[in-house]
């Protein structure tokens, strides 16, 4: 089906674990995003990607590990996990509006929900 | 940092009254603004993009006012189903993605 999806949903770690949170989207298109949302901090955005072998920090880069060889995947790897780490993960896709430097809306994949013990 | 601000609520209405959200930004750079709706353990969802002649979807009216920099939202004749998180969203005008807010919380009640 086409969309973006996030797996695994539900990911339950120890902390010092490497973890990998998987985004795939079918709609090619060039930016990808990947944030965390935690109670209080609202959407935070931790890394994104203009194209495949671009890829920038965002808000909250430390701790997380990014790789875009495809356009459609996405994954962000936790090195080793720590306890604030804990927090639901969503990824994200988008075009760019024409030359405007803006963008079109994202589209949103259902989230991974990741607890660090 | 730029920043997006929003009244958390939560605003409890009673179903079919009208209520209306205001969200302020910062960064008088912005060019793209948007209003994401998301439910409880859910993702976020466009609820409709703001121009800024206004625009309106059915129940949904949103309108841009750059002098003041803030976007709002109003919903007519609200049902239970609109209960959800309602996220003021603003585009930087940079590669860095959009700004969101931390949501306004409504809760319609019968």
């Known amino acids: 089906d086409a969309g973006i999806t996030q797996s695994p949903r539900y990911k339950i770690t120890e902390t010092g674990r490497q973890v990998t949170l998987m985004c795939h989207q079918t709609w090619s298109h060039s930016y990808m995003f990947w944030y965390r949302q935690d109670l209080g901090h609202g959407l935070r955005l931790i890394y994104y990607?203009?194209?495949?072998?671009?890829?920038d920090k965002g808000e909250v880069p430390d701790g997380y590990v990014v790789s875009r060889s495809k356009t459609e995947n996405f994954p962000l790897t936790l090195e080793s996990a720590t306890r604030s780490q804990t927090s639901v993960y969503f990824c994200?896709?988008?075009?760019?509006?024409?030359?405007?430097?803006?963008?079109?809306?994202?589209?949103f994949g259902p989230g991974t929900r990741l607890t660090v013990l | 940092r730029k920043e997006v601000e929003q009244d958390p609520g939560p605003f409890n209405v009673p179903e079919g009254a009208t209520v209306a959200f205001n969200c302020t930004y910062s960064?008088?750079?912005?060019?793209?603004f948007f209003w994401y709706r998301q439910d409880c353990r859910k993702e976020p969802k466009l609820l409709m993009s703001v121009y800024s002649s206004g625009n309106e979807d059915g129940r949904f009216t949103a309108q841009l006012n750059r002098a003041s920099q803030y976007i709002s939202l109003l919903i007519r004749d609200s049902k239970l189903s609109d209960s959800a998180t309602y996220l003021c969203v603003v585009s930087g005008g940079g590669a860095d993605g959009l700004t969101f807010g931390k949501g306004t919380h409504l809760i319609i009640q019968p």
């Open positions: 960064n008088s750079a912005s060019q793209s």
């Open positions: 990607s203009a194209a495949a072998d671009i890829t």
């Open positions: 994200a896709s988008s075009t760019l509006a024409g030359g405007s430097g803006s963008y079109n809306e994202q589209f």
